[in-house]
């Protein structure tokens, strides 16, 4: 698993920024290509306390922005599906990060 935003921070660091509010999320895209539509997810970034997260996933907006629409008939409905989740920020998976992480230190 790859994780954006958390190089040369130790565990404890990470949990710390958690509790102050920071988080793990992805973003979503999509991209046709005549009739087949292929929707996909970003690698992990991690959010630190303070930090706004609509801006790291402007890549991605903007690639579903020119990309997506074209297939028909998913489109334009996984783009506007991918815009919504980007333009809150991203999905917010830290409790599943968080439980992958565990997962692997008790093994």
Not at 2 to 13: C, T
Not at 73 to 83: F, R, T, V
């Amino acid at each position: 698993m790859i994780i954006k935003g958390i190089e040369n921070m130790d565990g404890g660091n990470i949990m710390s920024q958690i509790q102050q509010g920071g988080k793990f999320v992805i973003y979503t895209y999509c991209f046709s290509i005549i009739l087949v539509t292929f929707r996909r997810s970003s690698n992990i970034y991690f959010i630190r306390a303070g930090e706004g997260s609509v801006k790291k996933g402007l890549k991605y907006t903007l690639l579903t922005l020119l990309l997506g629409w074209w297939g028909i008939p998913w489109g334009p409905i996984y783009s506007i599906g991918g815009l919504i989740t980007n333009f809150r920020g991203g999905k917010d998976i830290t409790n599943e990060v968080l439980a992958s992480l565990s997962g692997q230190q008790a093994q």
